[in-house]
Every structure is written in C-alpha cells, then in structure tokens.
C-alpha cells in the first residue's frame, strides 16, 4: 500500500538512526497504519478544491499538535483575492541538531469521482468562477497527508533516538500552483528557518505497490500556467468565408506552441507544454467571436 510506502520512506530518511532494538521503519509504520488509513479515507471523502482547504487544513493541524508539533496555522499570502490562507506549519524541536523540512499537500481536483469505493467523494463545491464542481483526491493529495500525519506522531514518540528540528508543512493550492508561492510570500523560510534538508514527495502510479522511489534534488515538475483568449470575428457556420474563425485560429496556435519544445529549448531540458483545456461557445451554428 502506498501509505504504508510513503510512511516508511519519510521514517527511514531520518535525521538520526530511528531504529530501536525491536523496531524498525518498517514496523513503526505498520503500528500506525490502522489509524493512517483511516485518516486517508477521511481525507479522500471529504476533499477540497485549491485555495478552499479550511477543513482539510484544520484536520492536519490537530493531528500535528497531537503529535507534539508547535503549530501555526492560515499561512499563505496569495496575490488574488479569491483565496483564502490555509497552509499549516508544525515545528518539532528537540535539541541541537540540523533542520529538516517535511511536505505535504492538501488540495483536491474538480473532478467527478466514478471508482465505486465505499468511501468515494460525493463533494460539490464551488470553483473560482461559482460554478458546481465535482470534487476528488485524484493526485494522491489524501495519501500524502496520511503518511505526513503517521511520520509525525512515530517521530514525536522517539525524541530520545533523533535531535534537530523538523518543519512539517502542509501546502494548499498545489494543484493550480500557487500554494507554495504564498507560503513563500509569507516567510515561511524567515518564520520558521531555512532547512539544512527539504524531503517532498509524491504517490507515483506506475511504481509497484511496496517499492519506493528516491531521487536526490529535483524532481517532478515545476509548472506555470496561463489563460489565453483569442478574438475573431462572428457569423453564420454556412459564411465562413464572412467570419475570422477563433476556433481555427485557436487550433493553429495550438500547434505551434508545440515547436516551442521541439525548436526553442534544449533537447536535455526536460520541458513539456500542455493545453489543458479550450472552450469555443456553445453555439455549432454561429461562430463566437471570443
């Protein structure tokens, strides 16, 4: 199982050796894993969209305070006014020693969830424009904060055996990319020290149940994204010849942006461009002139 996996990665990169004589990451995670897992399917049913993760974010909070994290919670300045702060951070100190940050992330997709689980997402909720939205953990965010959790209350119990600090921050608004900016923004680096070691990560899809990925410095991806609007010149679908089609232009750009990876970058640099999304109109009679 994934959380299981993650559990036992973040317990086994550890600051000092955590194993005691009858124990090691493996079984520390097993002990949690009952009370994980019901966290995780907690999470996963009740998910919330980026930058809405009020619920979310005072779960994590609780269990970092049980855990014997000193808590600050609504961090987060974002450049919009659409969202609200709710990035949590819970500092673990004991004694000298270096400083280790640990991430998770909090947020949820608009998507409609069809896997039939017990424990599936029936979440509506409104998005940034006010329209109903399905909402999921389709990203693996509830996994994260499960093991995120079960790391903190198995290091809170083991103080003799490690010394240093460690940061657990619970990111919001992952999913649009704007979560870990507003954190930044808010000092999150001058409130809370800057750390000797950062450990992120991520449930992975096409790695094998039980096995666990490592990977020095970057990895993943960082992402920007941008909303384009193309105008053209409405009219009947039968008069194309009388109209400047923003569909067909939409669809030339499109192309083209392509070359942008192909022939302006660097074939070793790893970059991808995706167009996640185009809206036309509603109408297949008239062309939109937006």
């Not at 974010?57 to 609504?74: D, M, S, W, Y």
């Not at 608009?110 to 896997?115: D, F």
């Not at 990560?201 to 609007?229: L, P, W």
Request: aromatic content about 6%.
């Amino acid at each position: 199982m994934k959380i299981r996996s993650l559990l036992v990665l973040l317990l086994s990169m550890r600051i000092a050796p955590l194993i005691l004589a009858q124990q090691t990451p493996q079984s520390l995670a097993d002990a949690e894993l009952p009370s994980v897992v019901g966290i995780y399917k907690g999470l996963h049913s009740h998910p919330e969209l980026s930058g809405y993760e009020e619920q979310t974010a005072a779960l994590v909070a609780k269990e970092l305070r049980a855990a014997g994290c000193q808590v600050t919670e609504h961090l987060g300045k974002y450049e919009d006014s659409k969202h609200k702060a709710y990035g949590v951070v819970g500092v673990m100190k004991n004694g000298d020693g270096p400083t280790v940050l640990v991430r998770a992330d909090m947020d949820a997709l608009p998507v409609e969830e069809e896997t039939g689980l017990p424990y599936a997402s029936k979440v509506v909720a409104k998005n940034d424009e006010g329209k109903d939205v399905h909402v999921m953990h389709a990203c693996g965010h509830d996994t994260h904060m499960a093991a995120f959790i079960g790391t903190a209350r198995v290091l809170g119990k083991l103080k003799d055996q490690w010394h240093g600090t460690i940061v657990f921050v619970a990111q919001p608004a992952e999913e649009i990319g704007t979560g870990a900016r507003a954190l930044l923004r808010d000092g999150l680096y001058d409130r809370f020290g800057k750390p000797n070691f950062a450990l992120g990560f991520h449930d992975k899809a096409d790695i094998q149940a039980g096995h666990i990925g490592v990977t020095e410095r970057h990895t993943m991806a960082n992402v920007d994204s941008v909303d384009v609007t193309v105008r053209g010149i409405g009219g009947h679908g039968g008069y194309p010849h009388k109209t400047k089609d923003p569909v067909v232009l939409a669809a030339e750009i499109i192309n083209a942006w392509q070359t942008i990876v192909s022939r302006e970058t660097s074939p070793l640099d790893p970059v991808v461009i995706t167009v996640g999304s185009i809206h036309g109109g509603t109408n297949t009679t008239l062309f939109r002139t937006k």
